[in-house]
């Protein structure tokens, strides 16, 4: 439906162009996961990153795989400021997201702050 195209369904191929990696994975969470403000990097590893816990005193996030590939088993994810963040670029097994729209939810969800 047109309703549906306006909030974002419908073509896929607009974000082709963005997708460096086509493994699909599924991770479980058992809250309301961390919002990625504008400014902010999701960052992702398969193993926790001790630099960005005692150092930079960011909290970890931690996934498990919950289907498609299952690979890698399992994640953790942290939400930092792109600054902080940059200085983890090139890290092996480092991956950053920066938010393209904001995180959509439910009116009913309280989101907990991400730092």
Known sequence: ???YRQ????????WQAHIRD???N???YGGVFPAVAEGD????????LDVV???LGYPPTKLSAAGLDNN???RVAYVLPRREAMLLAGRENVSMYEPMAGQLQSPTEIQPPSR
């Open 1 to 3: 439906s047109e309703a």
């Open 7 to 14: 909030k974002g369904g419908g073509s896929f191929s607009r």
């Open 22 to 24: 086509w493994r699909r």
């Open 26 to 28: 599924l991770y479980r």
């Open 41 to 48: 990097v999701l960052l992702l590893s398969p193993e926790p």
């Open 53 to 55: 816990e005692s150092e």
């Open 72 to 74: 890698p088993p399992q």
